[in-house]
């Protein structure tokens, strides 16, 4: 990983029961200093859970914000992400992305870029 990158790291994926077959599945996002992710959506919405740090975030029609570790956000199905990077010009940002999907669902399709 150089400075410039995010990085993303599946934590654990666990089949829930029930139909149609789902699965739970917990990514890791890295963010250092002056790095984000470009826009993006989500077929399926996803939970992020901000571990450490800053992150500003901005999804769909709402205002971007800053959240701070301890902090979390949902984006609905469809939303654009426009803005997810780290807000802090001096310290690295973790978040946690939980997603709800369809089971074997592929990394795209758990996030597509626009």
Known sequence: MTAAEESRREVTKQTLPGDPGRELTLIEVKYPVGTGSPPH???NGVMAFVVS???ESKVGDEAARTYEAGESWWEPPGAIHHISRNADDSSPATLLAIYIA????SPEELMRPV
């Open 53 to 55: 740090g800053s992150i």
């Open 41 to 43: 959506v989500h077929t």
């Open 102 to 105: 369809a089971t074997g669902a």
